[in-house]
């Protein structure tokens, strides 16, 4: 092989610079040196700071996210107001944790802290399986903080610990030394606590529209994530936990997993129609083939209920009692009353539709302001909700203040039915919501509002005296929320659903609990029910048993506690909001006499 031919070098820009031939060239030539030299440095120090922040704005987002994932999964189980009560102290814990054990954890542990968050990510979605099955056991006193202290917490403390980590190689010279070394730390959990507000009302808006925006499937999204930013040979072991999730978790809504979900209902009587995850909770439809009837879930709750096993012949059957007492609205005797063919009726709150059914059954036109698209889709599909009626899926507040002007004095009947998941949504029981919906209330109007959670009436032998739940009248949130109507309406009557316990009872338990049900005017008309014809029965069963309100509440049966209270106003909701726990604790043991606690645990 001939030798290959050198090239020529030629002449270098070095070679081709004339030297410095002065002392101020030289001077100059140094400062050049100098500069460029600071600027490398610059653009290295900004890179590597760039990457430590960069690395712990995504731990800290991914772990925030995370957090909020695992409070959404709780509520099919224990409810939202169950689930929230303590997740805040489990994440604060965990956060205090992780923080102050950041170098114990390096020491203890044989492998760097940040290569166990793919696989404690991976592996939280089956622990919830199994931990939901014990729901019944733990209580949702403690069920859930239970569920998050072996799931969320060890992730939030590690999450943590490899922030600390990563903070280590901030460079804080700039700060004075008496902020530097609480910097990282408060500057963490200010940025925690803004990206997991934010990405609640995300998750909010989202979840539901793909299986990855699912609750499961959110949790292995999540998983991922942590996978690509802690890459190691460890990541094989999670391959069991992806196992589980694809093939035997049903939490994961696929097709797949619904029908292995109803192979083992069946075999207990159950079976689910449809469900799916949307803005307000996890909804489904159920069937209960022993008993025949279909019930609507939405997280820990019940929307309502129809008979199967009576054939439908104008509307359903409902199983609810007091949804069809709501109906009585029309029964009140007013002057200058407009017939069912002129009349118009609005609806706050859907269910299942059983109230506006028969409303619409009536001829009455009716308008249905519904927050949740999936409770609207499955009212329609699967209870029958007629289609000639105007449908609004929108917030209530806000459509009611945007359009109480343009629709004053509009409706001749309002149903406000809006209880869900253990307690009333407080802002809708404000003086301010009522007052627009008594403006949009025609002169001769009449207004029903039923307070408390729905016991259906075939279900009512099975509670017993000490089962809590919202409705109990010898607590203040029912006092404050009808001190509110009666500020708002001039002429009210109040109704239980069924027959007040015996006084011996009540001193006994302490407590006297039912739906409550209220009927107003607009202009200080007393409420009287006229007698019910046959056609108001629209030839139901349980509406001939139950259409007419039977047992009248006298307003000393309130609390005294609320006498002093007030009334309910915007920037007053806390009056409600203390006793919204002791309330929704109460209603899940009550849904779990309803429904069987395995279709809770299962969703």
Not at 357 to 365: C, E, K, P, R, T
Not at 473 to 485: A, E, Q, S
Request: with cysteine; hydrophobic share 45%; glycine share 6%.
């Amino acid at each position: 092989m001939p030798p290959r031919k050198q090239p020529t070098k030629g002449p270098s820009k070095a070679a081709g610079k004339k030297p410095p031939e002065t002392k101020e060239d030289f001077e100059e030539e140094l400062k050049l040196l100098a500069g460029q030299a600071k600027e490398e440095t610059w653009a290295n120090w900004a890179t590597q700071q760039g990457i430590v922040y960069g690395k712990a704005l995504a731990l800290i987002a991914l772990m925030a996210v995370y957090a909020n994932v695992s409070l959404l999964t709780l509520s099919p189980v224990y409810g939202q107001i169950a689930a929230t009560r303590l997740h805040q102290r489990v994440v604060w814990s965990a956060l205090f944790v992780g923080w102050g054990a950041n170098i114990a954890l390096r020491r203890v542990l044989p492998l760097k802290t940040i290569t166990l968050l793919p696989l404690i990510a991976a592996y939280i979605p089956m622990a919830q399986f199994f931990l939901f099955q014990a729901s019944e056991t733990f209580g949702a006193h403690l069920g859930p903080a239970i569920t998050e202290g072996l799931t969320l917490f060890p992730l939030v403390v590690l999450s943590t610990a490899c922030v600390a980590d990563v903070l280590e190689d901030a460079d804080l010279s700039g700060l004075p030394k008496s902020i530097a070394g609480s910097a990282p730390g408060l500057g963490s959990y200010a940025l925690y606590k803004l990206i997991e507000k934010d990405s609640m009302r995300q998750l909010i808006a989202q979840i539901g529209k793909s299986v990855f925006q699912t609750r499961v499937g959110l949790e292995l999204v999540l998983a991922s994530a942590y996978g690509v930013m802690a890459r190691s040979k460890l990541l094989a072991w999670a391959i069991p936990a992806i196992v589980h999730a694809a093939f035997y978790n049903t939490h994961l809504i696929t097709p797949m997993s619904t029908n292995s979900l109803n192979s083992t209902l069946q075999a207990s009587g159950w079976s689910i129609v449809d469900r799916g995850e949307s803005m307000t909770g996890y909804m489904s439809v159920l069937n209960n083939h022993q008993d025949g009837y279909r019930v609507m879930r939405c997280d820990h709750s019940l929307l309502g209920g129809e008979w199967t096993k009576f054939p439908r012949r104008i509307v359903a059957e409902p199983i609810y009692s007091v949804f069809t007492q709501l109906e009585a609205v029309r029964l009140v005797q007013i002057p200058n009353k407009a017939p069912d063919s002129k009349a118009k009726a609005l609806n706050i709150g859907l269910g299942i539709g059983t109230t506006p059914s028969a409303l619409i059954a009536h001829g009455i036109d009716t308008t249905i302001v519904e927050i949740d698209p999936m409770v609207y889709d499955f009212a329609k599909k699967y209870f029958g909700l007629p289609l000639n009626h105007t449908a609004v899926i929108q917030d209530a507040i806000s459509w009611s203040q945007s359009n109480k002007d343009t629709l004053q004095e509009n409706y001749d009947y309002i149903v406000h039915d809006v209880f869900t998941g253990g307690a009333e949504p407080i802002p809708l029981f404000t003086d301010e919501f009522l007052l627009s919906l008594k403006h949009m209330l025609k002169p001769n109007g009449v207004i029903a509002i039923v307070s408390s959670t729905p016991i259906s009436w075939p279900f009512r032998e099975k509670l017993t005296q000490k089962q809590n739940y919202a409705g109990d009248f010898t607590l203040p949130p029912l006092g404050i929320v009808m001190n509110t109507i009666n500020e708002v309406f001039p002429s009210c009557r109040v109704f239980r659903e069924g027959e007040p316990p015996s006084t011996e009872t009540v001193e006994e338990t302490g407590r006297d609990f039912d739906n409550v049900i209220v009927f107003c005017t607009k202009t200080g008309e007393k409420v009287d029910f006229r007698e019910p014809k046959e056609a108001d029965y629209l030839q139901s069963l349980a509406r001939r048993a139950f259409l007419l309100p039977k047992y009248e509440v006298a307003e000393s049966a309130f609390s005294a506690a609320a006498a002093d209270a007030g009334i309910l106003r915007v920037n007053e909701t806390e009056k409600l909001a203390e006793w919204h726990d002791k309330s929704a604790l109460g209603h899940w043991a009550v849904m779990r006499t309803v429904i069987p606690s395995y279709i809770w645990g299962n969703w």
